[in-house]
């Protein structure tokens, strides 16, 4: 469970390095995520000092699509924002646990008990508040958000089972490969560079390479069906708290109701 909390904590503290670099008008989300990538494979590979690799073929293939998944993520989730809004974006990412629960459920194996299936009801029905449906909608945007995160996310506990290789291979080479992903649509979309945003980067892409090598860690110990639910409730809660600690955010009765619910799911799902 400390692995678990570990990622939480990055994850956290990711939302809020992005929220507060944003506020720089002369920012490039592509250049904080190019740096960022870079800076966590490069992590990566400081960690594989002494350790032995094998170049065992699942492992690099399987890197190489999460990390193109990663990047397209991004790209989906900001095309989401702008057809359908930031809170309905961001409430379907959440919803998306459901494909690494029902992959662990059904695929490994996992027990899923009743206080389980309270706790991640209870979390669900928090993440589903959190989006606001506000006029016309793209369900095929929203389709490929929920698709692509759940894939994602489910990865690592792919990796988990079946990698042969250390977790920080395996990053080096999802991060290298988002990051090469992120350096094309660059280059051909953008191509202005912003050397602040190349700083922030490097203090998200810290974070970011953590709370995936923790949270894959957290799955040796903790059960999947158990693990992906407590991670998206914490860091939604983890950001409602630093939302009024540090930014000075007045919780309104929806925020209250969707952090009541989340600690309620929480508890169920710590409960043996």
Same mark, same amino acid.
């Given at each position: 469970?400390?692995? =678990?909390?570990?990622?939480?904590?990055?994850?956290?503290?990711?939302?809020?390095?992005?929220?507060?670099?944003? *506020?720089?008008k002369?920012?490039?989300?592509?250049?904080?995520l190019?740096?960022?990538?870079?800076?966590?494979?490069?992590i990566?590979?400081?960690? +594989?000092?002494?350790?032995?690799?094998?170049?065992?073929?699942?492992?690099?293939?399987?890197?190489?699509f999460?990390?193109?998944?990663?990047?397209?993520?991004?790209?989906?989730?900001?095309?989401?924002?702008?057809?359908?809004?930031?809170?309905?974006?961001?409430?379907?990412?959440?919803?998306?646990?459901?494909?690494?629960?029902? +992959?662990?459920?059904f695929?490994?194996?996992?027990?899923?008990?009743?206080?389980?299936?309270? &706790?991640v009801?209870?979390? /669900?029905i928090a993440?589903?508040?959190?989006?606001?449906?506000?006029?016309?909608?793209?369900?095929? @945007?929203?389709?490929?958000?929920?698709?692509?995160?759940?894939?994602?996310?489910?990865?690592?506990?792919?990796?988990?089972?079946?990698? *042969?290789?250390?977790?920080?291979?395996?990053?080096? /080479?999802?991060?290298?490969?988002a990051?090469?992903?992120?350096?094309i649509?660059?280059?051909?979309?953008?191509?202005k560079?912003?050397?602040?945003?190349?700083?922030?980067?490097?203090?998200?892409g810290? %974070?970011?390479?953590?709370?995936?090598?923790?949270?894959?860690?957290s799955?040796? $110990?903790? $059960?999947?069906?158990?693990?992906? %639910?407590?991670?998206g409730?914490?860091?939604?809660? &983890? &950001?409602i708290?630093?939302?009024? /600690?540090f930014w000075?955010?007045?919780?309104? @009765?929806? $925020?209250?109701?969707?952090?009541?619910? =989340?600690?309620? &799911?929480?508890?169920?799902?710590n409960?043996?």
């Amino acid at each position: 469970m400390f692995y =678990l909390l570990l990622s939480i904590v990055s994850s956290v503290l990711i939302g809020n390095l992005l929220k507060l670099f944003q *506020k720089d008008k002369n920012s490039s989300i592509y250049l904080i995520l190019l740096s960022n990538y870079f800076v966590a494979s490069l992590i990566s590979f400081f960690q +594989l000092n002494g350790v032995k690799v094998t170049f065992n073929l699942f492992d690099i293939i399987f890197a190489i699509f999460i990390g193109i998944l990663y990047f397209l993520n991004f790209v989906i989730y900001d095309k989401n924002i702008k057809e359908n809004g930031i809170s309905l974006s961001i409430s379907i990412m959440r919803v998306s646990l459901v494909i690494p629960l029902i +992959l662990s459920i059904f695929l490994f194996k996992e027990k899923f008990t009743i206080n389980l299936c309270v &706790g991640v009801i209870l979390i /669900i029905i928090a993440f589903m508040l959190m989006g606001n449906l506000k006029g016309k909608i793209s369900l095929f @945007l929203i389709f490929l958000l929920f698709l692509n995160t759940g894939i994602s996310d489910a990865g690592l506990k792919i990796f988990e089972v079946f990698g *042969k290789n250390n977790i920080s291979f395996f990053l080096f /080479i999802l991060f290298l490969s988002a990051f090469f992903i992120n350096l094309i649509v660059f280059l051909i979309r953008e191509k202005k560079f912003y050397f602040k945003s190349i700083l922030y980067g490097f203090f998200v892409g810290i %974070p970011n390479q953590f709370m995936s090598y923790f949270f894959i860690k957290s799955l040796k $110990q903790v $059960q999947a069906s158990v693990a992906y %639910p407590l991670l998206g409730g914490g860091v939604v809660l &983890g &950001g409602i708290l630093t939302d009024i /600690i540090f930014w000075k955010a007045r919780p309104n @009765l929806k $925020q209250c109701i969707i952090f009541f619910l =989340l600690i309620v &799911g929480v508890i169920f799902l710590n409960l043996k």
